[in-house]
């Protein structure tokens, strides 16, 4: 069993940064591909990145592309994204999200989730 908490949401103004990270409860942390996934209202659960299980492969949606950054510290038990230059359409919750499959952006395929942190972005 893991059980994921995320941290470091809250109220940016566009072009703004913030960090997540999500700290995750047991042993096997390094045994697990990691997600960051967001829900923006009235719409579909999205992936946004995803990280191998040594942090040296990622994933990323092309909407955040080359502005959030995904990274794991397997010492510490700790995945984190890094978002900058945030805009208005960035606004979600965020989940972290863990599988023992694969790296992968499907939603199905991780067994566990976070509570979300939300993140607004003001115009």
């Known amino acids: 069993q893991v059980q994921l908490v995320e941290s470091g949401g809250g109220l940016v103004q566009a072009g703004g940064s913030l960090r997540l990270s999500c700290k995750t409860s047991?042993?096997?942390?390094?045994?697990?591909?990691m997600g960051w996934f967001r829900r923006a209202p009235g719409k579909e659960r999205e992936f946004v990145a995803g990280?191998?299980?040594?942090?040296?492969?990622?994933d990323y949606a092309d909407s955040v592309k080359g502005r959030f950054t995904i990274s794991r510290d397997n010492a510490k038990n700790t995945v984190s994204l890094q978002m900058n230059s945030l805009k208005p359409e960035d606004t979600a919750v965020y989940y972290c999200?863990?599988?023992?499959?694969?790296?992968?952006?499907?939603?199905?395929?991780?067994?566990?989730w976070g509570q979300g942190t939300q993140v607004t972005v003001s115009s």
């Open positions: 999200a863990a599988n023992h499959r694969w790296r992968t952006s499907d939603y199905q395929i991780y067994d566990y």
């Open positions: 047991g042993r096997t942390f390094s045994s697990y591909y």
């Open positions: 990280i191998s299980r040594s942090g040296g492969s990622t």
